[in-house]
C-alpha cells in the first residue's frame, strides 16, 4: 500500500513521464504538506541529522568573529545585513549575536535576514532570536533584501538544492551522448531511468567543464541554482560591499559519481524508501562554483577544509579557555572539537568557501584568493 504523498509522486509520472531529479528532490523536501523541511524539525539525537553549530557553540562563535573582521575589512559601516540561507533552530545566529555583544557598534550596526523555506523552521528560528538585540528579518530570496554592506551565511544549506545528474551514455549498449538521469514508475516502483534523448549541444555548456574528461557511464552532477546564487552574489556585490561564506560537504575538486543520499535517523537509507520523511542531500562541487564565480568576476577564496577553516580561525584556544571555564565539560568539548576538525570526521570532508567584493583582501581564516 503506498502512502498519499508516494501515490501523488506516482501519479504525477504517470501522467506526465518520467521526473529530473531535481524535480524529485523539491517535492520531496519542499512539498508545502508533505516535504521533508516544512514539515518538522530534522535536528538533533532524535531527528535525522547534526550539524556543526548544533554539535558546539564554537562553530557559530568563531563565525561571529569572521563576521566581525568582516565588518571591520568593509570599515565599520553603521549598518551591516547580516544574512543566512537555511539557518535550521537559529543557534549559529544565537551564537554570533552572543559574540557580537562583545563589541557595541558592531552589535547596533546588525540587521539579520534569514532566508528560509520551511514555516516550522521559520517559528523555530523566531524562537531562538525572540531576544536578540537587533532586527530579525525573513526574506524568500536575496533581491528583496535592502542594498547596504552585507555578510551573508550558509552552513550545509547548498547540500539540499536540487541537482540534476547527467550520464556518458554506452555506445555498445545503443544509446549515445550525455543523457539525463531520472526519475521513473516501472511495475508500480519508483526507480532510476534514462532520459531517452540526448543532451542538446547548448545544454552542455552549462555543465561543470570536466564532462569533457568522462568515460562512458560515467555520472556528473550538476546543481542548477548554483548559477543564480553567484548571479545574485555578483550583482549585490557591485552596489554594496559584500561577503558571502559556505560551509558544506563535497569536494574541493569535481568527482564523477552519484552522490544523492538520504538520510533517517542518522543512517543512510534508500532515497525511494520513505518520501517526506527522510532527508536528501548531495555532495556540493566546490570547484564548479569556485569556476562559476571566476566566470561571473566575482572574487573568490580557494577553496580549504573546515578543519583548515576552524584552526585557522583559532578553535583550539577557544576549546581550551572553555574547558578551562568548564572542566566538568573537558572530555565533551574534546568530544566536539574532535567532530569538528578531525579528518576522520567532518573535518576534510567539509569545506568552506567566500565570496566577495572586489578589493576586499583577504578574508579572516582563509589562505589565498583564486
Ligand atoms: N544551517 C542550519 C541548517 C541546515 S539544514 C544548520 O547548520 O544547522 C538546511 C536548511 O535549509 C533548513 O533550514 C531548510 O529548511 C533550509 N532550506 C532547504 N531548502 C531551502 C531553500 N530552497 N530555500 C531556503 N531554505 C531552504
Not at 547534526?50 to 568593509?74: A, K, N, R, V, Y
Not at 517559528?123 to 551573508?152: G, R
Not at 532527508?279 to 573568490?300: G, K, W
Request: charge should be negative; glycine fraction near 6%.
Amino acid at each position: 500500500m503506498l502512502n498519499n504523498f508516494t501515490e501523488q509522486i506516482h501519479k504525477k509520472i504517470r501522467e506526465t513521464g518520467p521526473i529530473t531529479i531535481a524535480e524529485f528532490m523539491t517535492i520531496c523536501l519542499l512539498d508545502p504538506t508533505n516535504g521533508y523541511y516544512p514539515t518538522r524539525d530534522p535536528f538533533g539525537k532524535d531527528g535525522d541529522f547534526i550539524t556543526s553549530p548544533e554539535i558546539s557553540q564554537m562553530f557559530g562563535e568563531l563565525i561571529g568573529l569572521w563576521c566581525m573582521q568582516t565588518w571591520h575589512d568593509m570599515g565599520q559601516p553603521k549598518k551591516i545585513n547580516l544574512i543566512e540561507y537555511g539557518p535550521g533552530r537559529g543557534i549559529m545566529m544565537q551564537d554570533i549575536v552572543r559574540v557580537a555583544k562583545l563589541d557595541k557598534y558592531f552589535l547596533e550596526s546588525i540587521n539579520i535576514t534569514f532566508i528560509e523555506a520551511s514555516p516550522v523552521l521559520e517559528a523555530i528560528q523566531a524562537e531562538t532570536l525572540s531576544k536578540a538585540p537587533c532586527p530579525v528579518n525573513w526574506a524568500s530570496n536575496l533581491e528583496e533584501i535592502p542594498q547596504m554592506p552585507t555578510i551573508i551565511l550558509g552552513n550545509e544549506f547548498l547540500d539540499c538544492l536540487p541537482i540534476r545528474q547527467f550520464i556518458q551514455t554506452d555506445e555498445n549498449l545503443g544509446l549515445k551522448g550525455w543523457r539525463e538521469r531520472l526519475v521513473t514508475v516501472k511495475n508500480n516502483k519508483l526507480g532510476f531511468g534514462i532520459s531517452p534523448i540526448e543532451l542538446p549541444e547548448w545544454q552542455k555548456k552549462i555543465l561543470p567543464t570536466s564532462h569533457y574528461k568522462a568515460i562512458q557511464n560515467d555520472l556528473l552532477e550538476f546543481c542548477p541554482a548554483f548559477s543564480q546564487i553567484i548571479d545574485e552574489l555578483k550583482k549585490r556585490s557591485l552596489k554594496s560591499d559584500t561577503r558571502a561564506l559556505f560551509i558544506d560537504y563535497g569536494p574541493a575538486t569535481t568527482d564523477f559519481g552519484d552522490t544523492l543520499q538520504s538520510l533517517q535517523e542518522h543512517r543512510k537509507v534508500n532515497v525511494f524508501s520513505d518520501l517526506g520523511n527522510a532527508d536528501l542531500t548531495a555532495r556540493v562541487n566546490f570547484e564548479h562554483l569556485a569556476n562559476l564565480s571566476i566566470n561571473n568576476n566575482l572574487s573568490v577564496t580557494s577553496v580549504i577544509t573546515q578543519g583548515e577553516f576552524l584552526c585557522n580561525m583559532g578553535i583550539k584556544v577557544r576549546a581550551k579557555n572553555l574547558m578551562k571555564a568548564k572542566p566538568e565539560s573537558r572530555s565533551n568539548i574534546q568530544r566536539q572539537l574532535n567532530k569538528l576538525i578531525s579528518r576522520d570526521e567532518m573535518g576534510a570532508l567539509f569545506k568552506v568557501i567566500c565570496f566577495q567584493s572586489e578589493g576586499l583582501g583577504l578574508p579572516l581564516g582563509f589562505e589565498s584568493l583564486k
